[in-house]
């Protein structure tokens, strides 16, 4: 029987039909795609992996009526973690968004404004920070509460860039007994104040963030 | 032998089995154990879709077997359902038809005095809240009347939600409403949290005269209601792609597949339940082993060979018996707790499991079957010891 060093690690580079599985998801994105060309690189992080999935995402046009998409889905993991951890990288990403109030959010990004608090479908609450940026994007960041998930928040970043085929910046955090690590902000950094208010200690459950982002017309 | 001595034998011989049960009493609870996880699992399971298929029938009691019910066809990934266009007065023409109405569901901006967002907007068409309680678990109203003209009816959790009541003002799309009224709470998913209003003032509010989320139709008296179904689909086609069904063939459909869910769940806690069987067989055999002397001296008492026969049978049956008594305890709780999960973590309407005296009994009986049937080859090979050389054995 093979014996696997246990340091050993496997690279794994995924399109084919991932990158299909991520399309059939995103079918809105296509609808209201303006055209021209976009790249965005996202750096995934989950409890399952120790390292980061990088998840990019290239639409360019290939004729006047078709568009060419390249995705790619890359981690560095133990072999037994990856079968679990691939996958539930971008999974984890799509459910999130796919949350009634997250949707409502994206689908009404043009009328958030900073400083503001939103009350959402399901009782959940939105309070916005300031406007920063991120990978040259202009973002409004947000703190998600829900009032059926009270042990749970969702940091958000939302751009009205519609070409952007997930939020620049998403995390989710979960409440932690005392003395555990308390999750910290290298993005939205404005959120600061809005998360001090609860007392709470937080733990990162999954984070995605958009590290590199070019668009041409 | 009379009646009456062959029924004080068959307690002696029960008597008998029960002490043998007691003289080991670790192999005998790990026996037990072993069938009361395959039984946990079969009456969890039976109890537990049997629950669904219960609240699924009762839904669909309520709705009626006279309505069609028609939905935009999803497309791929779409996760809400798509609101579409269409002609409402093209269906009233349809033969067969007696009533036809629609709704609609949108996520508009709200203003309030005290707060602003975004809510779900449901548009009723006016026919629609006469037969408000064959679409929805419930819908009363808590306080004030349905909507007219310029005002909008909110279910409890959007009252709640908004802080707002009978009289208050709120602003849906830019556009003022008195609220008319709140409901109590409505049960259903679909609707509570939102506000509601007729559908043209929200056809108004979205500036499309056409967009439906959901349509249905109710078939005249002693109309085919599938005849129906396809004269719509017909008379739909060149409107786009839509889902016609009858209520009646949806509930065959969604029974249909919870039938398969149920025989697959069932089988695989059969095959659970298989190996609690083998593991009973393996402890009677291993009685039959060590209690060789005692089957001698049985023997040399005069215990027929069919004495010997039921005892072991009865021992047997004993631990199935208690092995399905622990399972449809432990089943009933673990259906029970699965449903809570599932209508919590789901959000959907709570059902309960269906526990019935039936089910129970079946438990019973078949984990004694089963362990009598697993109990019959050590049985049989206890009876056909010879006394002589049983009793020969230390």
């Known amino acids: 029987m093979a014996h696997w060093p246990a340091g050993l690690k496997a690279t794994v580079v995924l399109g084919g039909a991932f990158g299909l599985w991520v399309l059939a998801q995103t079918g809105d994105y296509f609808q209201t795609y303006p055209g021209g060309f976009t790249r965005a690189v996202y750096q995934i992080m989950t409890s399952d992996l120790r390292n980061p999935i990088v998840l990019s995402w290239q639409v360019e046009p290939a004729s006047q009526e078709m568009l060419t998409v390249t995705t790619t889905n890359q981690v560095t993991a133990r072999r037994e973690d990856l079968p679990i951890g691939v996958t539930s990288g971008v999974a984890q990403a799509q459910l999130i968004i796919q949350d009634e109030a997250v949707r409502t959010l994206l689908e009404n990004r043009k009328s958030l404004g900073p400083h503001l608090s939103f009350i959402l479908p399901g009782g959940a609450r939105f309070d916005t920070a300031a406007r920063e940026t991120i990978a040259g994007l202009s973002v409004l960041c947000g703190l998600l509460t829900d009032p059926k998930k009270p042990q749970r928040r969702t940091l958000l970043a939302i751009t009205e860039d519609p070409t952007a085929p997930f939020p620049p910046f998403i995390q989710l955090e979960e409440e932690k007994a005392l003395g555990s690590q308390a999750s910290s902000l290298e993005l939205c950094t404005s959120l600061q104040p809005l998360m001090d208010r609860d007392a709470r200690r937080f733990g990162v459950l999954f984070q995605l963030k958009l590290i590199e982002f070019e668009r041409r017309d | ?394």
């Open chain 2, 1 to 394: 032998m009379t009646e009456g001595s062959s029924f004080r034998l068959s307690i002696d011989l029960l008597g008998l089995a029960a002490r043998n049960l007691v003289r080991r009493p670790l192999r005998s609870l790990l026996t037990v154990l072993g069938i009361a996880i395959g039984m946990t699992a079969v009456v969890g399971l039976l109890g537990l879709t049997g629950g669904v298929q219960r609240a699924l029938e009762r839904q669909f009691e309520r709705l009626g077997h006279d309505l069609v019910l028609i939905l935009p066809a999803m497309p791929q990934g779409a996760a809400p359902a798509p609101a579409v266009s269409f002609d409402l007065e093209r269906i009233h023409s349809v033969p067969g038809v007696a009533q036809a109405g629609a709704l609609l569901r949108q996520t508009l901006p709200i203003v309030t005095s005290k707060m602003q967002g975004f809510l779900a907007v449901v548009g009723l068409s006016s026919e629609m809240f006469p037969l408000a309680e064959r679409f929805f678990e419930r819908f009363e109203l808590a306080a004030g009347q349905l909507p007219e003209e310029g005002s909008v009816l909110l279910t409890q959790e959007a009252a709640r939600d908004l802080k707002l009541n009978v009289g208050d003002v709120v602003s849906i799309a830019n556009r003022a409403f008195r609220i008319s009224g709140v409901l109590l709470p409505t049960g259903e998913t679909s609707i509570e949290g939102a506000i509601l209003m007729s559908l043209p003032t929200l056809w108004e509010l979205v500036g499309r005269r056409d967009l439906v989320t959901l349509a249905w139709v109710v078939a005249q008296p002693g109309y085919d209601v599938e005849v129906l179904s396809a004269s719509l689909q017909e008379a739909l086609r060149p409107m786009g792609s839509f889902n016609v069904q009858s209520s009646r063939r949806l509930n065959q459909i969604i029974q249909g597949g919870l039938e398969v869910l149920r025989a697959a769940l069932t089988a695989i806690a059969a095959v659970a339940l298989l190996v609690g069987g083998l593991g009973l067989m393996n402890t009677m055999y291993m009685a039959v082993l060590e209690r060789r002397r005692e089957i001698g001296i049985l023997m040399s008492l005069g215990a027929r060979r069919s004495q010997i026969w039921v005892l072991f049978l009865l021992e047997a049956g004993l631990l199935g018996l208690l092995g399905g008594g622990v399972g449809a305890i432990l089943g009933s709780a673990l259906a029970l707790s699965l449903a809570a999960l599932i209508a919590q973590a789901s959000e959907a309407q709570p059902f309960t499991p269906t526990i019935s005296f039936s089910l129970v009994a079946f438990a019973l009986l078949f984990s004694m079957g089963l362990g009598m049937l697993a109990g019959l080859l050590p049985a049989h090979r206890a009876a056909r010891l010879s006394p002589v050389e049983a009793l020969r054995y230390e």
